[in-house]
C-alpha cells in the first residue's frame, strides 16, 4: 500500500466504490446524528437488525465504526444497557481542494465532518497541467502530513477560467488531474468545476435537499443547478453555465469574446461601476450601495434594478426548461442583499407564465462552501 509524505497509509483506490448501499446508510446516519445504537439506526435507515448487525459489525472490524459507552435505559426497557456507536476520526479523512485565481485552500475532513486542518497556498499563475499537478500534490502532501488515520479521497473545485479551451479540452483536464491524483495518492479523486462544488456544499447542508438554482454573483457570475438529489454537471461540465447568454450585442467584451454577456453586467465590479456613472459620487462598495437601495436613493436602486432585470432574462431561461422553483442567490451584498433578491423575483414573475411556487432568496456568500464543497465532492460518495 502506498504511503503518504508523512508516512501515513493510502486508502485504496476502491474504498469509496466498494462500500455497499447499507454501509452508505449507516455512515449517513452516524455522520448526520454522531453516536446511535443498532436499535435507533435500525429505525431510521429502514433496515433489519440482522442487516445493521452485520453492517456495523463489518464497519467496527475496519476501524470506521467504534464503540462509545452505552444509552441511557428507560425505567421499563428490558435487558442490558445498549452499545453506542459512532463513526471513528482516527480511521480516515478526504482531502477538499478549492483552487483560486491567486490562492489554494485545502481542507481535511473526516467521514463525521470533523475538520482537521486547513492549509492555504499561493496558486501559480498560468500554469500547464504539469506545474498545476505538482503544486496542487504538495499541497496535498502538506495537508495530511501527521494526519491520523489513511486518505479515503480527494475533491477539487476548479474554476473554468483555469482551462484555456473549448468543453472538450476542459472535460479532457478534468479526467487527467482526476487520473493523475489517484495515481499519485492511490485513492478516489473527484475533479468538478467550483462553482457545482458550492451547490454540492449548499444541498448537503439542506434539511430536504429539494430542487434549486444556485447564482453566484462575485467577479463573475456562476450558475448551479441541483435537480432530483443531485448537483447537474451535463455532458461537458456546463449545465446550467447561462451566465454567457448574450442579452446586448453591443455591450460590453465578455471574457468568452463575445459582448454583452449577462456576466458583463452583473457582477460586482459592474454594479459598482454603474452606480458611480449613475450617482457621480465616489466609489461605494456593494453593501453600500444594497443598503442606499434600501432606503430608497433613486441612483442605488435603478442600479440594482438594471441588474436584476438582465439577470431576469437568464435565470428564466433555467426555469422554464426545469421549473426549478427555488433561487439562491449567494453574493457578499450585505445585511440588505434581500433588497436585490426581491428585485429578481419581481422581474422572474413578470417575465414567465405563473409560477405560485416561485421564490429568490439570498444568502450571504460564504468563501468557505467553496472548500467543504469540494471536500463534498468526493465525501458525497461515501454518503446515501
Known amino acids: 500500500m502506498p504511503k ?3 508516512g501515513t497509509a493510502i ?10 448501499a447499507s454501509e452508505r446508510r449507516i455512515i449517513t446516519l452516524l455522520a448526520r446524528h454522531g453516536a446511535l445504537t443498532k436499535r435507533a439506526l435500525s ?24 464503540r462509545t459507552g452505552t444509552a441511557p435505559r428507560r425505567p421499563d426497557d428490558g435487558g442490558k444497557n445498549a452499545y453506542l456507536y459512532r463513526l471513528d476520526d482516527a480511521y480516515g479523512y478526504v482531502i477538499g481542494v478549492d483552487v483560486e485565481y491567486r490562492r489554494m485552500r485545502l481542507i481535511a475532513n473526516t467521514l463525521s465532518g470533523t475538520v482537521l486542518r486547513t492549509v492555504e497556498r499561493e496558486s501559480p499563475r498560468d500554469p500547464g497541467l504539469k506545474q ?4 496542487i500534490s504538495e499541497a496535498i ?5 501527521g494526519l491520523p488515520g489513511r486518505l479515503l479521497g480527494i475533491g477539487v473545485g476548479m474554476p473554468l477560467w483555469l482551462v484555456h479551451g473549448g468543453p472538450a479540452v476542459r472535460r479532457e483536464v478534468f479526467r487527467r488531474v482526476e487520473a493523475a491524483l489517484a495515481g499519485r495518492f492511490g485513492t478516489a479523486a473527484r475533479v468538478h468545476n467550483n462553482i457545482r462544488a458550492y451547490t454540492t456544499y449548499l444541498a448537503h447542508g439542506r434539511p430536504v435537499a429539494g430542487d434549486f438554482l444556485l447564482v453566484t454573483i462575485r467577479t463573475g457570475l456562476g450558475f448551479g443547478i441541483h435537480v432530483g438529489g443531485a448537483v447537474m454537471r451535463g455532458a461537458d461540465g456546463l449545465a446550467g453555465e447561462v451566465a454567457h447568454l448574450q442579452v446586448d450585442p453591443e455591450g460590453p467584451l465578455c471574457r468568452c469574446g ?24 465616489r466609489a461605494l462598495s456593494l453593501p453600500q450601495i444594497v443598503d442606499l437601495a434600501d432606503r430608497g436613493d433613486p441612483a442605488a436602486v435603478s442600479v440594482l434594478e438594471r441588474a436584476s432585470a438582465r439577470l431576469s432574462t437568464a435565470v428564466a431561461a433555467v426555469i422554464l426548461v426545469l421549473d426549478v422553483a427555488e433561487i439562491v442567490v449567494a453574493a457578499a451584498f450585505g445585511r440588505k442583499g434581500r433588497v436585490f433578491a426581491a428585485m429578481l423575483e419581481r422581474h422572474l414573475k413578470g417575465a414567465i407564465f405563473p409560477h405560485p411556487g416561485l421564490r429568490v432568496r439570498y444568502d450571504s456568500l460564504d468563501s468557505d462552501g467553496f472548500l467543504h464543497g469540494a471536500a463534498l465532492l468526493v465525501l458525497r460518495d461515501c454518503y446515501e
Do not use: Q
Open 4 to 6: 503518504s509524505s508523512g
Open 11 to 20: 486508502a485504496s483506490a476502491s474504498f469509496v466504490e466498494r462500500l455497499t
Open 43 to 66: 429505525t431510521r435507515a429502514s433496515l433489519s437488525w440482522s442487516t445493521v448487525v452485520k453492517v456495523v459489525g463489518r464497519l467496527e472490524k475496519s476501524g470506521l465504526v467504534r
Open 132 to 135: 498545476f499537478l505538482r503544486a
Open 141 to 145: 502532501d502538506a495537508t495530511g502530513t
Open 258 to 281: 463575445k459582448r454583452g454577456c449577462v456576466e458583463t453586467f452583473v457582477n460586482v465590479e459592474a454594479i459598482v461601476r454603474d452606480y458611480y456613472r449613475a450617482a457621480g459620487r
